[in-house]
């Protein structure tokens, strides 16, 4: 278990995976030599790790979807191992109120048929699927509050992320990276934290000019540099995923209101309903919350079901349920 100054070092890493040792110092108060010692030891550890994505709905043609598959009991590890495998799949876990596994999946939507009716219905095991377009998005991972800093320290360690956010609606001028930016990209992926010098020799370009490249990737939330960890590393063991059928007209506002919660490390729209993936302490919190959000006037039901395995977690692909170590600067 962390204790309070990990807890919070991770937190800033959630905000913000590239922050230097001494801003994350000076925002939580603390020596920089102190953080950036606890700091390495939890990278080292394995216990957070912090990667870097292209944003899917920006770069190239994909549209995001959420994917739920059906199958026998004893194919469902199989399947949830099969879908973290592919590349167009972002996070892949089992529930634990059905045989299910479910996704976040993108893909252009003209290879929607192909996706269900080829390479899925040909996997061992499925017994149905559905796909739901998530059309509008109200959190990130990269955007998580856990209750763990103040608002204003997360503030203070980046910007808001609506850029991320508004990025994430479909827009006429999508670009695929250029060969020096999709470089950079692979150069991050899995070494977030990489330093200028070490992006500088592997792309061949200044520092200067890799800096200006990657502030503005990651501004125009094109790319984002986050850890990854499981969230009981911050004492938070119990995930759920979250359905909310929304009043006609509300979905939005019941969007904002999941959104600001320090429970809520995703959540997305589709039709009149909210998606949620929450983490809290233990279930007596998963009924606190269940009581809360049955208070909004906008909501007229939940369903819920917990997570019972994850296989894959912001594009990292977990081995045996466990998060992989990574080599970090």
């Given at each position: 278990?962390?204790?309070d100054l990990d807890r919070q070092i991770t937190a800033a890493l959630i905000r913000n995976g590239r922050?230097?040792?001494r801003q994350i110092a000076e925002v939580l108060g603390q020596q920089e030599r102190t953080v950036a010692r606890r700091g390495k030891r939890l990278l080292a550890s394995g216990e957070v790790r912090v990667h870097a994505l292209a944003n899917p709905t920006v770069v190239g043609e994909n549209d995001a979807f959420l994917l739920r598959v059906f199958a026998r009991p004893s194919a469902v590890r199989p399947i949830g191992e099969w879908l973290a495998q592919r590349e167009d799949v972002l996070w892949a876990s089992a529930l634990a109120g059905a045989s299910e596994c479910v996704a976040e999946v993108f893909v252009p939507i003209e290879r929607i048929g192909a996706l269900l009716y080829e390479e899925l219905a040909a996997v061992d095991g499925v017994d149905g699927f559905t796909v739901e377009p998530l059309v509008r998005y109200y959190r990130t991972v990269s955007g998580w509050r856990p209750d763990v800093l103040e608002p204003e320290q997360y503030q203070a360690l980046a910007v808001d992320e609506d850029a991320a956010l508004a990025s994430q609606r479909r827009r006429p001028d999508r670009a695929v990276l250029d060969e020096s930016n999709a470089a950079l990209v692979g150069l991050l992926r899995g070494r977030g934290r990489a330093t200028l010098e070490e992006l500088s020799a592997g792309?061949?370009?200044?520092?200067?000019?890799?800096?200006?490249r990657?502030?503005?990737l990651i501004r125009s939330?094109?790319?984002f540099v986050r850890?990854?960890?499981d969230p009981a590393t911050l004492g938070y063991p119990v995930e759920s995923l979250l359905d909310l059928t929304c009043a006609p007209g509300s979905r939005d506002a019941v969007g904002a209101t999941v959104a600001a919660l320090p429970t809520t490390r995703w959540s997305a729209g589709t039709g009149e309903r909210?998606?949620?993936?929450?983490?809290?302490?233990?279930l007596p919190e998963l009924g606190e919350l269940f009581e809360r959000l049955h208070a909004h006037d906008?909501?007229?039901s939940i369903r819920s079901s917990l997570y019972a395995e994850i296989y894959k977690r912001s594009s990292t692909v977990y081995a045996g349920g466990i998060l992989p170590p990574a080599e970090q600067s």
């Open positions: 278990m962390l204790d922050a230097s040792w792309v061949g370009a200044s520092k200067a000019t890799v800096g200006r990657l502030d503005a939330g094109a790319l850890a990854v960890l909210v998606l949620v993936q929450s983490a809290v302490a233990g906008g909501i007229r």
